[in-house]
């Protein structure tokens, strides 16, 4: 076997209604003849879309290869002992030039009797907004199922949910359950469960452009609704220089914010965990034993759990995402 090394995957694109041209303007990531990318999975389990390896000798291996050979020295051993050769995280860019759909979903108990998955919590930290962008997360009030289906069914929904103003460096950490949508003009970066289990609850009247409308999960919605109210939705954190802040932290995922304008070095020694980063901002260098691999805004890095120290070096600062399991 090969020794495990920082890994850099191919980008997968994905064209949807409500995409726009940021990957390409912004983030400099090339979606070719696609007419918009709404999306880019940038490491990924799912089974529809593995993601593969493309620096070193380990390129061209899927990420589903990668864990039947190496096990817990890829993932971390008690990571393998929880999740097997499911690799248990999902990061992906989002490009909203519309908003996207209302929608939910499912905790793991619903999604494993339904769809034998995963359930979907996620975060999303907010790379680049427009002026006057907005979000969607949870409700403005306490509710019930009924007074959902009453405001649903009137046409009034948004009535009830809770609109946000938003701007570059906002996190929004939405557990399952919890109602959302991203609005237009913002470009974020998407930290989740590995699931592709989504309820559209309502498309806004869109059609596609053979004149379809997109299907609706309005009934297997509702089982899934998180209807309580809470006073606050956007996760509050340090926006700390030259020190690794943490943001997020769940059953699922931690993830800490590191906004340097210097190099550092990072000890990994305590986590049994993979580690992943995702540079949203500047770019850097990682000095580890046996190489150094560059990484620059826009992409995505798995660090092996065997890689338990490393040197990050940059000329020009550099903000990135660091998520682990535990």
Partial sequence: MSALYPLKFKTIYKDKIWGGQKMKTYLHKDFGDLPNC??????????????VVANGELEGKSLADLLEEYKGELVGEKVYERFGNTFPLLVKFIDANEDLSIQVHPDDELAKKRHNSFGKTEMWYVIEADPGSTLITGFNQEVNEQVYLEKFNSGHLTDILNREDVAAGDIYFLPAGRVHTIGAGLLIAEIQQTSDITYRIYDFDRVDDKGNKRELHVEEALAAIDYKFYPEYKTQYAHSKNEAVEA???????????????GTTRDYSSIDSFIIHVCVEGAYTIKYEGGELAVKMGESI?????????????????????????
């Fill in 248 to 262: 997020v932290t769940c059953q699922y995922f931690t993830t800490n914010v590191l906004d340097f304008t210097e």
């Fill in 302 to 326: 798995l660090l092996p759990a065997t890689i338990n120290n490393i040197e990050i070096t940059t000329q020009s600062g550099f903000k990135l995402l660091e998520s682990f399991v535990g």
């Fill in 38 to 51: 709404g999306e880019t999975w940038e490491i990924s389990g799912v089974k529809s879309d593995v993601s």
